[in-house]
């Protein structure tokens, strides 16, 4: 069955549903942070700084949840405690687009029509390009020509219209991936790589170990929990604050990206206010 056949993945005639998660970090920094995620993923480098996280595609097959919904809540739990952005792409039978999520920043995307039919705002191409250090003429000018009507230009067309801009700041996707095609065909293109890592659903502590892991080398490291500090506590509140509306309304509309992004932003608070109480007793232990 070819992947723009009906399909388990697809439910419909059109292309089956699939998505890539480029990070720009190299693989040994994304493998300690990629099983917040708690899906099982294999992980491959896609150029000198980047790797690429190839989802088995799990949530949108069983969950009835749309890929792009699963997919920024996903980049953005990814990224909220990484020193790198995190960049989603998705496609199903009537859509393609991208989300690209940077620490605490709003996320920016595009979203195409099946036929290649803009549907999204065009400042978020300049804020995307921005973001990623794209050359402020050359590269917007190839992005805003993606953001234009094109009748011979589908979706999958400007993907790899974006994916062919991002070459310029070292991206190269492993041979096989092709955005476009369904989860188990890009699954299939990277699982026997001698380079390939695969992402396991950590347990209880692995989990703990790997948040803190994940959040002690980024950006935020003067902020974290075992730092200790009014900073600290202040951050563990604004987690914890910012994660609850995500998590209540993940939970509401059954979307389990935006699920982890609201759990990971509000364990990181409770574990940062839960390190502040205990390092304040044994002050006062002391």
Known sequence: MSPTEESPDGGRGGPAPGALLLCRAVPDSVAPVAPLLRERMLLAGAGAEW??????????????????????????????????PVLALWWDADRAGFTL????????????????TPAGEDEAMRTFAARLGLDPVLDVQTLDRLATPDPASDARARLHGVLAVLTRVGVALPAGLEAGESADRLHEAVRGRSDVLRVERPAGREAVRARLGAVDGSRLGPWLPRAGGARARALALAQVAAGLPLFTWGVRHRSGGWLTAGALLVGHGALGLAYDLAHAREGHGR
């Open 51 to 84: 790797s690429v996280l190839v989802p088995e595609g799990t949530p949108w097959r069983h969950g009835g949840e749309p890929v792009d919904r699963v997919l920024t809540g996903w980049a953005a739990a990814l990224a909220v405690g990484a020193p790198w």
């Open 101 to 116: 999520a940077s620490g605490f920043r709003r996320p920016v995307g595009y979203v195409w029509l099946a036929d290649g």
